[in-house]
């Protein structure tokens, strides 16, 4: 059996509720995941983040892990904006899926995804913006 390999993630989710009158209100959160992956070909979730702000915007965030037979990780993103009178997930604006290969051997891959709100209002936004890391596990 090979190795198993771990996974981490770091990074930042921001986001944006822009204001007609007065100043846009703005999120900044730090997020941090590390999994250890052992079966190949199975996908295993790696992180679930959710965040509110601005009294009308929420962010949430999905991601899965992939271990493939050559010890790279194939790592989708799922990402949801939305907008409305609350800070709750009732008024989809934005979604988005993406996928990042994560090669064998640590090298950081960069990852960024964007949503934005265009509906009545619009100018709302958020940034997933994480770096994926894949390490051989010690043990």
Known sequence: MAAPRVLVASGTLSGVDHEIFGSNELMHQSVHVRVVLTEDGIPQSLASWSKGWGGECYLEVNMTAQLQENRHILVTVNGKLFEGTDETPTDLEDEKTQMALVPRGGL????????????FGGGDSATISVTFVNTIAEG
């Open 108 to 119: 950081p891959v960069p990852f960024t995804m964007q949503l934005n709100s265009s509906g």
